[in-house]
């Protein structure tokens, strides 16, 4: 398995701009993506952002599509979401996760960090 760890998250007004780190570390030579997710509060999990370990092909949601951009270092096993021109809809809990490939389902999951966008 692998561990995930995220920062970054806070409380920002609108428009503004917040970058969230996750630092993996163990089993992370076997990795296939990393990507992000959120989840408000009554609302489901949802996909947000996910790059490849291999390649670095990047793929988002289009609620985020030309705000929010993911990025890697994979010498410090660290995936990144910048994310800008904040919405009070972006308000939710972020996680990271890291899958082996063949889906999420199979991924290990951080803790979350908390993002809140005051209006």
């Known amino acids: 398995h692998v561990q995930l760890v995220e920062s970054g998250g806070g409380l920002v007004q609108a428009g503004a701009s917040l970058r969230l780190s996750c630092a993996a570390s163990g089993r992370t030579f076997s990795r296939d993506a990393m990507g992000w997710f959120r989840q408000a509060p009554g609302k489901e999990r949802e996909f947000v952002a996910a790059i490849r370990c291999i390649g670095g092909s990047t793929y988002d949601a289009v609620s985020v599509k030309g705000r929010f951009t993911i990025s890697r270092d994979n010498a410090k096993n660290t995936v990144y979401l910048q994310m800008n021109s904040l919405k009070p809809e972006d308000t939710a809990v972020y996680y990271c996760?890291?899958?082996?490939?063949?889906?999420?389902?199979?991924?290990?999951w951080g803790q979350g960090t908390q993002v809140t966008v005051s209006s």
């Open positions: 996760a890291d899958t082996p490939g063949g889906g999420w389902g199979s991924a290990d």
